[in-house]
């Protein structure tokens, strides 16, 4: 069996090395050394160029199940992550360039590797049993007409502008309610009322919070969506008008009307997670967290993404791949990485393991693996696949798995019931693998 890879990132990589380690020949395409992407300087594989931290290794957290579900599938990506880990408390964060030459030196230690210099510009499938795209966030503009070409002009997200989501048991109930504007059609919303002190002092916290500085590659990020920081600055009413409009939004169960109104929309099927609607922000992490529980119904709200607003090229994925990472309209096609619509290091490696393990049994006369939605692997999977409403990407989150069978109120309880269910889960999907 004849393989090829284009993008020797996270997820690229960790396709490889799954392919290689079954004996199929792999021919990995990565423009590096010959061009860099505006944030890469390494000319090694599988660069890091964020942070070196690949989040928590704790299983109260759900990017420590991930990784813990990796490892059950023999991941290379951890592997070597641990082998060239550095101090950082329950973080697993790594010497960034130790890290990059090992994955580097490991997959040249494989005979039936070739790695191929050069600027792709062709999704062809020829003279390959199947190819994995993996170019990432920052996939070069050459390729950018064959994606074109495969998947028609409305395909690509070129900048990622996306509001954060919170979980829906960490919402208060007492301070939102469910209504429809003018109460015309469904309620499929849950309101978030705040009085004229809440609204001014969420205002006026907010116009004063610090923003990541953007790269110079990302200067043109906000053409297409506004920041809510940045609607706020132009007047504190502009919001009122805006997102947080308040007319036809009433609690039955007050005499207040609302001053400003936040809206929450379903984010998933089961309605395990909430999205704040028409908050796109450039602010740090923790200024979120500070600024938006100002809100009354989000006091104690737990944010399983952050906003965020950068160059992130990636497909509409529901639309187009099935739940192994495979093209629909071309069988040969894979896709892997942030490109899918998965965000992280672990998440966009874990979905280039699948893609390649999907196409290896596929093209090997196996039957395909269905990795169970109770781990954070088979609901990535369920997430690039299932078409549920605008898509945007995702990190790993215990709000994405299926839900537990028994209520448990306790939150770190919570958690662990999901990481122990999510662990057995994946033993008894190892046991069937090849």
């Known amino acids: 069996m004849k393989a090829k890879v284009i993008g020797g990132g996270f997820a690229g990589c960790e396709a490889c090395y799954q392919l290689l380690k079954r004996g199929v020949d792999v021919t990995l395409v990565e423009m590096k050394p010959l061009k860099h992407s505006p944030a890469h300087q390494l000319d090694t594989l599988c660069e890091v160029v964020c942070s070196n931290s690949f989040k928590s290794d704790d299983l109260s957290t759900s990017s420590g199940?991930?990784?813990?579900?990796?490892?059950?599938l023999d991941s290379l990506i951890v592997k070597v992550a641990e082998q060239t880990r550095v101090p950082a408390g329950n973080a697993l964060a790594v010497d960034r360039y130790a890290f990059s030459e090992k994955v580097t030196q490991e997959l040249d230690s494989f005979a039936n590797f070739h790695r191929v210099n050069a600027v792709e510009t062709s999704l062809d499938t020829d003279g390959f049993d199947l190819v994995i795209v993996a170019t990432g966030p920052l996939t070069d503009d050459a390729l950018?007409?064959?994606?074109?070409?495969?998947?028609?002009?409305?395909?690509?997200?070129?900048?990622?502008?996306?509001?954060?989501i919170v979980t829906a048991d960490?919402?208060?109930?007492?301070?939102?309610?469910?209504?429809?504007?003018?109460g015309k059609g469904?309620?499929?919303y849950l309101n978030c009322p705040m009085n004229k002190e809440e609204y001014l002092s969420f205002y006026e916290n907010l116009v004063a919070a610090e923003t990541v500085e953007l790269k110079e590659f990302e200067n043109n990020v906000f053409e297409g969506c506004m920041p809510i920081e940045v609607m706020a600055k132009r007047g504190a009413d502009t919001m009122r008008f805006g997102p947080l409009k308040p007319v036809g939004l009433r609690d039955e169960r007050k005499d207040e009307k609302p001053y400003a109104v936040l809206q929450l929309r379903k984010e998933n099927e089961q309605g395990s997670l909430y999205n704040l609607?028409?908050?796109?922000?450039n602010l740090k992490y923790g200024e979120q967290k500070r600024v938006f529980s100002l809100i009354p119904a989000l006091k104690d709200a737990e944010f399983v993404r952050y906003g965020v607003m950068h160059r992130n090229t990636f497909i509409n994925a529901p639309k187009f791949l099935n739940e192994h990472f495979q093209v629909k309209s071309n069988p040969k096609l894979f896709f892997a990485g942030q490109l899918t619509g998965v965000e992280g290091y672990?998440?966009?490696t874990v979905s280039g393991l699948v893609a390649a393990l999907q196409a290896y049994r596929i093209f090997s006369g196996q039957s395909p693996i269905d990795f169970p939605t109770e781990t954070i692997t088979g609901a990535l999977c369920k997430h690039i696949s299932v078409d549920f409403g605008e898509y945007s990407p995702m990190n790993s989150s215990f709000g994405i798995l299926a839900p537990l069978n028994e209520k448990i109120r306790d939150k770190s309880q919570r958690k662990i019931a999901y990481s122990e269910r999510a662990i057995e889960a994946m033993k008894n999907t190892v046991n069937n693998l090849i």
């Open 65 to 72: 199940l991930l990784k813990a579900e990796m490892r059950l």
């Open 170 to 182: 960490s919402i208060d109930y007492d301070s939102a309610f469910a209504a429809s504007r003018y």
């Open 144 to 164: 950018i007409p064959a994606f074109r070409q495969l998947f028609g002009d409305e395909f690509l997200y070129f900048f990622d502008a996306v509001a954060p």
């Open 186 to 188: 469904e309620a499929d």
């Open 277 to 281: 609607v028409g908050f796109q922000t």
């Open 346 to 348: 672990m998440e966009s």
